[in-house]
């Protein structure tokens, strides 16, 4: 058998081949061998997993790039919708959303060609947001549109009747004159593409906690399939909602299943739909579509937010918690004015500003109350209360 053929290695001593090594260090020699293969493969492996996780990373760099470059595109043209007149109105609080309480104003425009509303211009939704960094919390402020107050150089009247008579310039002039707030930005919502919105990020879902059947409004079907329709339908606990329901569930002003349902549960529920949407935004899902959607998301909307801003905000709305989060409502006492309702604001509704600033401890609406103001803590979820009327 050829040496090199045998199984055992073989040592020869002496004065030219030098002295058998020790058993032990065969061993090792052995030994090493064996975990050469071993470590190569680990090092193989390892640079093979740090490729993959680069890849990735700059596979993610890229795709964020390229979706806020057509996400800047679509912010830009809000931007060009918002007139000088509103702009004039703002304050701007000169610092960082990510590090400075701020307060923003959302409008919620009624263009609805159905209905009959065809010229209607009023406010049809009014809600104050603001930021609070600091304390990881968001607080909303909803304003019911029926609330009497005075429109600067117009007299008394309906609050919302101030976009009809000088638009979103005057609307943020009220709104500051009766809150005594300062507004750093505002937001314009057109509700005849808002459900355009809602289904570019694949709808939103929210919690009903009390079942509602509409009035017959903006019926979506053909006129002989109306006449019978019984109005929209709204079942209990978690319901998903396409831009269409949507933008119904928020408007919803009569619920038949509920005669103590008003307009302040139908401002809680804005306030639902509008927290769902600044969720979903802000989401992975929304994230890996904004090369293709993101475009297309701010089409309802006019606003001055840059797209710096409208980032910083997403990033503030990541942190807040909504178990944190702080509702709050104006109101005061149903009364008639010129033959129409009205809301006839108290003294109550300055402790709910201090309230929604972070000024003082939160206070819900009295029990009982359909019309008073007030503020609770967590989600905003519409309750069902004792009417006053």
Known sequence: MAEEDKPYTVYRGGRDRGSVPAPDEVAAERGAGREQKPRRRRLRIGLLAGGLLLGLVLFLIGWGIAGFVVFQGGVKDAASRVDAATKGELSGNGGALFSHPTTILLIGTDHSDTGGRGGDRHADS?????????????????????????????????????????????????????TGLEIDHVALVDFGSFRDLIDAIGGVAVHNPTAILSNRFDCPYTAARCAAWKGWSFGTGTIQLDGRRALAYSRVRENRLDAADNDFTRGARQQQVVNAVGAKLASASTFFRLPFVGGSLLKPL????????????????????????????????????????????????????????????????????????????????????????
Not at 154 to 170: C, E, F, P, V
Not at 312 to 333: I, K, M, T
Request: proline share 9%; net charge positive; aromatic share 6%.
């Open 302 to 389: 006019a606003s001055d937010l840059s797209a710096w801003d409208i980032l910083q905000l997403g990033w503030v709305r990541l942190r807040s918690s909504s178990g944190n989060a702080l509702h709050c409502r104006l109101g005061g006492d149903p009364s008639t004015a010129g033959g129409a309702s009205v809301i006839l604001p108290g003294e109550a509704n300055r402790a709910t500003v201090l309230m929604f600033m972070g000024q003082s401890a939160p206070q819900p609406p009295p029990p009982g109350s359909a019309y008073q103001p007030g503020c609770t803590i967590g989600t905003a979820k519409p309750a069902t209360t004792t009417s006053t009327k």
């Open 126 to 178: 009014m809600l104050l947001v603001r930021t609070d960094p600091k304390h990881h919390r968001i607080a909303y402020l909803s304003i019911p549109r029926d609330l009497y107050v005075e429109i600067p150089a117009h007299g008394r009247s309906k609050i919302n009747a101030a976009y009809q008579i000088g638009g979103a310039g005057l609307q943020l002039r009220t709104i500051k004159q009766f």
